[in-house]
């Protein structure tokens, strides 16, 4: 048996390491990739990461199953039901008269972790109209994140970009989601305030919010429906807001100087409350006698919603009432923003793209095999130049799973054309190794470092074209050019050096 050289150890050491860092699994299940926070769900314990087995016993494979549970046990809303959810982390025992607050998705077979391109969804690059500093952006970056959070949209992504000019902008990636949810919750500031004539009582966000009320009935919900037209139909939602002490206070000094006018529903006071979201007014609510003057830290805020049908207004209500709860308890953004990009991402679609793409990887590679198998006539190089192209393959998705970073379809195009340098460099070695047969050791060593030559040249001009891509068009080709930088660099590290010693040992000049 052959004495296996340190370059071909090397390329076994990084083949295992990347099989570690892909973990591939068969665990069955549903993963929990969002948990409502203040729900039931939230309250029992369970959180996002875990891994759903069963549900009163019942086994949970996937989300078909994980769905036809738990429509089998939520067919009324009359009384609570028992949910004993068994996971990777414990068991958890719910009693809800509703399916619980939580988002799952098909629990991962390795630890690869793919873009919006292919999980589907929706992307937007936004730039905020003003010039910003990096630490701003950092701050933009967090109040966003954490508005998307509070809405319930589920693997967000956000993360700062810039172009090759020094632009900021902020990408923002969101899986399942459409966008009208990006541009409704992202273009606009979301300044949220309430006024009485000019004054402003109080604003969105924590300084002047203590609590908003989302998920009890009792103080959150559509509290009418009702036809409007022949072909509309007009639902109302209410909710309480409540406010520190010091926006009370104030409620309390502005009302403290009003009038009263006398309607023949009541007496309220001769100003009423205005609720404006980025200075358009979206209710005015009448303010009653009792209130004047008082410290009040509880309010009502309301809202409505409109459709064709009872179900569109309902949903339409529901809708508007999530939008202005999240407004009122993140805040306004700290600047106005403009979204320069906005695309929707069809799941089926990338995964088509991604089926056509690694297709043509395959039969390339299998194609080029082929052609060197009738030029040298020697299957040994064939396999050697197919095990080389798909343990580069290999070692650059392990990297990318142990790093944590999305495979997209840019990042596969970047993988497809690492293979293409690949063998182009793998036939310059074949060819230089092959040049005079029969020749002296010393004159196989030559033609090796001809071939080395080419090879520097050709990694090092690829690097100098590859690191200006990471930066250009705002990141969305950053994607392409990490794993393209990373496939060269271990074909010039790894791979090449390890094939150049199987091609040695092969043609018998080890």
């Known amino acids: 048996m052959a004495k296996l050289t340190l370059k071909i150890w090397v390329l076994i050491i990084a083949l295992l390491f990347s099989l570690l860092a892909i973990s591939p699994s068969f665990q069955s299940g549903v993963l929990i990739k969002s948990v409502e926070k203040n729900s039931t769900a939230f309250d029992v314990g369970l959180r996002k990461g875990m891994v759903i087995n069963s549900i009163n016993g019942q086994p949970v494979s996937d989300i078909s199953g994980y769905s036809n549970i738990i429509n089998g046990l939520f067919l009324s809303d009359d009384s609570d039901v028992k949910v004993l959810i068994s996971t990777d982390k414990g068991d958890f025992v ?136 022949q072909d509309s139909y007009f639902c109302q939602f209410s909710f309480a807001v409540y406010l520190s002490q010091a926006a009370a206070e104030k409620h309390a000094d502005i009302t403290s100087k009003l009038g009263v006018n006398v309607t023949g529903t009541g007496r309220y006071l001769d100003k009423s409350l205005d609720l404006l979201v980025d200075d358009n007014l979206l209710d005015s609510l009448l303010i009653s006698e009792g209130l004047k003057g008082q410290v009040t830290t509880q309010i009502s805020v309301q809202g409505s919603g409109t459709g064709a049908t009872q179900e569109e207004a309902f949903d339409s209500a529901m809708a508007n009432m999530n939008k202005l709860q999240t407004v009122l308890i993140t805040g306004s953004l700290p600047f106005k923003l403009e979204i320069v990009k906005l695309d929707t991402i069809s799941p089926a679609l990338g995964g088509k793209f991604t089926n056509y793409i690694l297709l043509a990887g395959l039969l390339s590679v299998l194609g080029v095999s082929l052609i060197v198998l009738l030029r040298y006539r020697s299957i040994k190089y064939s396999l050697a130049l197919i095990l080389t192209s798909f343990s580069e393959v290999f070692i650059i998705i392990g990297v990318a799973a142990f790093i944590n970073w999305s495979l997209d379809l840019a990042s596969i195009a970047g993988i497809l054309i690492v293979i293409g340098t690949g063998i182009d460099q793998q036939i310059i070695i074949l060819d230089e190794s092959r040049g005079s047969k029969g020749g002296s050791n010393f004159g196989f060593v030559e033609r090796l470092k001809r071939a080395w030559f080419i090879i520097i040249g050709a990694y090092f001009t690829a690097l100098a074209s590859l690191i200006p891509l990471y930066w250009a068009g705002a990141g969305l080709l950053r994607g392409f050019a990490f794993t393209s930088i990373l496939g060269v660099t271990i074909g010039f590290l790894i791979t090449r050096p390890a094939f150049a010693d199987i091609i040695k040992k092969i043609s018998g000049n080890s």
Do not use: W, Y
Not at 118 to 135: H, M
């Open 94 to 229: 719910a009693f809800s008269n509703r399916p619980l607050n939580i988002t799952v998705g098909n629990t991962p077979h390795t630890k690869i972790k793919t873009g919006l391109d292919l999980q589907g969804g929706a992307r937007a690059l936004v730039k905020p109209e003003v010039e910003i500093t990096s630490q701003q952006l950092d701050d933009l970056i967090a109040v966003t994140n954490n508005r998307l959070n509070v809405f319930g949209i589920s693997d967000v992504n956000i993360r700062a970009v810039s172009d090759l000019s020094g632009n900021k902008f902020m990408l923002v990636e969101v899986a399942g989601a459409t966008p009208s949810d990006i541009r409704e919750l992202i273009a606009k500031q979301g300044k949220f305030e309430a006024k009485i004539g000019n004054d402003t009582v109080f604003v969105g966000g924590s300084r002047d919010i203590t609590n908003v009320c989302r998920f009890d009935a009792t103080c959150s919900g559509i509290r009418t429906c009702q036809q409007s037209s």
